[in-house]
């Protein structure tokens, strides 16, 4: 049930209003789009679109997107219909991609005003929103190079290669044009040697084209082993041409390492271990650029690194001095950075560029090592119980790996089941959950293994277990006679039902029962709900958290508070119930079709982060929609049939989100489930008693904790 609370309405119960509402809008006008495609760059003029290239519409009314058309050219024969006014029509083709191969995006937009009954045309120009690139490398290249590409990018990430592996040496490149492109020529000789250069050109715009052409030359001084590397640019019909020497000698760049920090092979270390590593550079022709990767996942550009990016890796544990550009030498200590290590595989990639764009690489790869087989991790704490979670450090997960657990206050370590873990081989970690624990208490725990006992501890503190007043129904008030679910002198009431609205008409749905109860002793009763009818309508008996408000005339309805505070996380709510239901005999739309069948009772729990409690006005339609409302942080519901006599239910709480904190809670129950609707069975009687909040999951079976989804 959507809402369980529109039944409160005192004043529908009184009559029937009927209306009816019109809403005066502007004339509408119809929009016929045509097009032409605009290939500047390539110096043609304006033509139609041609047939394998498909345009969509995108139309907008100020800041807001109105409407998309698939095809445009679905309007040359049925134009659409807008509200009269002033519109922009955006027109595109393709992807708008950062960078692709031969994948051209086209846009281009129009202004247009829709008159009232008349049909305009939008004549759009679209052009190539793109910058093109094209790559030609010459026979002497092609000869001397099995291996040849220039790989291409603008401001951003993506980059795409034109080149002969790849295939894409004779295709086209379109990036999107943000004012940069960048291109790298690599080129591998026959040995392996690899040889590369790069430029940079700005202003960059779009339909602008970048016609790169690479041709290999003898150096017009002589050199010996130098040749030229030639790029002509063509740049929207305006020719630049850049010059790059190459030195074809051997490499002259070394990268080395201290003793006992072998590179090229796997340095075996134990975790924390602090001893000297150093990894030094040199180049006779002096350093253009030196790249530090660390792990593949982070890259540092060290040669002119600014005093931000030099602070960052010194903090990280890296020390490295400001290399200029041209410096013949440089050293990287990365023993800090080392010794902080976590156990595990790691690597650390230095790549070096001489000012002749030489290139050498060397990688040292680590292997992390702890001197324990097993160690704790962290602890997720709730109120009764905890998700603990450990890690191993060898290839196969050690003999007798578990975890040991107490509270701080014991001297006796408790240990779980090994049975009961739940094992990750990929990330070597294991999970156990820990049961029974008492709320706002300080535990502690370890991982252990046959061989290794004496591993860190951490400390948690299990969350508070808050509870709500009155969840056995046992208190009640009458005033007049108007029941009350709560005691006089409660403060705060807590529970509320329709009885305030519903007393105009002699009316009561919800009263204490003393009979039927669950649970016998002095004093206990139990909560009875009856649809009713008052005045023609459903009026369904029910219960919530929160406070009536009053009821209104204009428009027809009534207010409410919905939630009482509440700041901890149950996992379930158990009571009991006891039903008696008829079939239902008034049915509004659009449930008509239920008449006849047999109602249904409904019992439902929500935990939300509100600001406030929600402010219900039935008059105007504004109601909690468990389904979609985003302040809802858990949610449970149940639909009830009829039993005999009293049953125990439960219904998990599904958590959709475990970061969010609780600020009120609301539980509702309603005789009728689609009383919201005014339909129901009048003479259904729901009897509710003894709710409780679970905190522990041994009290649900495994569904029911999957259900709750507290392992996301």
Same mark, same amino acid.
């Given at each position: 049930m959507k809402r369980i609370i529109s039944y409160m309405m005192t004043a529908l119960l009184l009559l029937a209003v009927s209306c009816t509402r019109s809403l005066q809008e502007d004339g509408t006008g119809y929009l016929s789009v045509s097009l032409e495609r605009d290939d500047k760059l390539i110096l043609k003029a304006a033509q139609a679109p041609s047939d394998d290239m498909t345009f969509s519409l995108s139309v907008y009314r100020g800041a807001e997107l109105v409407t998309t058309v698939e095809d445009y050219r679905t309007l040359q024969t049925q134009p659409l219909e807008l509200l009269s006014g002033k519109y922009r029509v955006v027109a595109s083709?393709?992807?708008?991609?950062?960078?692709?191969?031969?994948?051209?995006?086209?846009?281009?937009?129009?202004?247009? #005003?829709?008159?009232? $009954?008349?049909?305009?045309?939008?004549?759009i120009v679209c052009t190539l929103a793109n910058v093109k690139v094209t790559a030609a490398f010459d026979d002497a290249i092609k000869d001397a190079f099995p291996e040849y590409q220039v790989t291409l990018s603008n401001s951003g990430t993506q980059t795409v290669v034109l080149g002969n592996l790849e295939g894409t040496a004779d295709k086209a490149a379109y990036l999107r044009a943000d004012g940069v492109l960048r291109w790298e020529l690599s080129m591998k000789n026959s040995d392996g040697q690899v040889y590369r250069t790069s430029g940079q050109f700005d202003n960059v715009k779009p339909r602008?084209?970048?016609?790169? $052409?690479?041709?290999?030359?003898?150096?017009?001084?002589?050199?010996?082993?130098?040749?030229?590397?030639? /790029?002509?640019?063509?740049? @929207?019909?305006?020719?630049?041409?850049?010059?790059?020497?190459?030195?074809?000698?051997?490499? $002259?760049?070394?990268?080395?390492?201290?003793?006992?920090?072998?590179?090229?092979?796997?340095?075996?270390?134990p975790v924390g271990d602090a001893s000297t590593k150093i990894l030094?550079?040199?180049?006779?022709?002096?350093?253009?650029?030196?790249?530090?990767?660390?792990?593949? #996942?982070?890259?540092?550009?060290? !040669?002119?690194?600014?005093?931000?990016?030099?602070?960052?890796?010194?903090l990280s544990g890296i020390v490295v001095p400001y290399i200029a550009s041209g410096a013949l030498s440089a050293s990287v200590d990365v023993t800090d950075f080392v010794s902080n290590l976590s156990v595990g595989e790691h690597s650390l990639?230095? @790549?070096? &560029?001489?000012?002749? @764009?030489? &290139?050498?690489?060397?990688?040292?790869?680590?292997?992390?090592?702890?001197? !324990?087989e097993v160690d704790a991790v962290s602890a997720t704490p709730w109120a009764g119980f905890a998700i603990l979670k450990g890690k191993w450090f060898n290839s196969q997960a050690p003999a007798g790996m578990t975890f040991s657990?107490?509270?701080?206050?014991?001297?006796?370590?408790?240990? /779980?089941?090994?049975g009961s873990l739940s094992i990750d081989v990929a990330s070597k970690t294991f999970t156990?959950?820990?049961?029974?624990?008492?709320?706002?208490?300080n535990y502690e725990f370890k991982a252990v293994s046959d061989a290794t006992q004496d591993t860190k501890i951490i400390s948690f503190t299990t969350d508070a277990a808050g509870t709500v007043y009155n969840l056995s129904f046992d208190d009640w008030w009458q005033n007049g006679k108007v029941w009350y679910p709560y005691a006089s002198d409660a403060n705060p009431t807590v529970w509320d039902t329709a009885n305030g609205g519903t007393s105009i008409l002699s009316v009561y749905p919800t009263i204490p029962e003393e009979s039927n109860v669950a649970v016998s002793g002095a004093g206990k009763k139990a909560a009875r709900l009856e649809s009713k009818k008052a005045a023609g309508r459903l009026a369904a008996g029910n219960i919530y958290t929160g406070k009536f408000g009053k009821a209104s005339l204009n428009p027809v309805g009534a207010t409410l508070e919905w939630g009482t505070g509440f700041t901890s996380r149950p996992i379930a709510l158990k009571g009991w119930c006891d039903y008696r239901p008829v079939a239902i005999n008034i049915?509004?739309?659009?449930?008509?079709?239920?008449?006849?069948?047999?109602? !249904?009772?409904m019992i439902q729990i929500m935990l939300t982060d509100w600001s406030a409690p929600f402010q219900i006005n039935t008059g105007n339609k504004v109601f909690v929609d468990p389904q979609t409302e985003p302040g809802i942080i858990a949610f449970g519901s149940l639909d009830v $049939?009829?039993?005999?006599?009293? /049953?125990?239910? #439960?219904?998990?709480?599904?958590?959709?989100?475990?970061?969010?904190?609780?600020?009120?809670?609301?539980?509702?129950?309603?005789?009728?489930?689609?009383?919201?609707?005014?339909?129901?069975?009048?003479?259904?009687?729901?009897?509710?008693?003894?709710?409780?909040?679970v905190y522990d999951p041994s009290e649900l079976t495994e569904e029911q904790r999957q259900k709750v989804n507290y392992r996301q």
């Open positions: 083709s393709g992807t708008d991609a950062e960078a692709a191969i031969e994948s051209p995006y086209y846009e281009g937009s129009a202004e247009v #005003t829709v008159p009232v $009954n008349k049909t305009v045309s939008a004549q602008q084209y970048y016609a790169l $052409n690479f041709t290999l030359e003898e150096s017009p001084e002589g050199d010996n082993g130098a040749f030229v590397i030639r /790029v002509t640019v063509d740049e @929207s019909m305006t020719e630049k041409e850049y010059d790059f020497v190459l030195d074809f000698t051997e490499s $002259n760049i070394a990268i080395s390492s201290n003793e006992g920090f072998n590179i090229d092979s796997v340095v075996s270390v030094s550079v040199s180049a006779d022709k002096g350093l253009k650029s030196l790249l530090l990767n660390l792990d593949g #996942t982070k890259e540092y550009e060290l !040669v002119g690194a600014s005093s931000d990016v030099l602070m960052e890796l010194t990639k230095i @790549s070096a &560029y001489d000012l002749l @764009s030489h &290139y050498q690489s060397r990688t040292v790869n680590l292997s992390v090592m702890s001197d !324990v657990y107490r509270k701080v206050s014991d001297s006796q370590w408790q240990s /779980v089941n090994a156990a959950e820990v049961y029974s624990l008492e709320p706002s208490t049915a509004n739309d659009p449930y008509t079709a239920l008449k006849g069948t047999t109602d !249904v009772a $049939n009829a039993t005999s006599g009293y /049953v125990e239910f #439960t219904i998990p709480l599904e958590y959709r989100s475990l970061t969010r904190i609780p600020k009120y809670i609301v539980i509702a129950g309603a005789a009728s489930k689609y009383g919201d609707y005014f339909t129901g069975g009048v003479g259904s009687v729901l009897y509710l008693d003894e709710f409780r909040l």
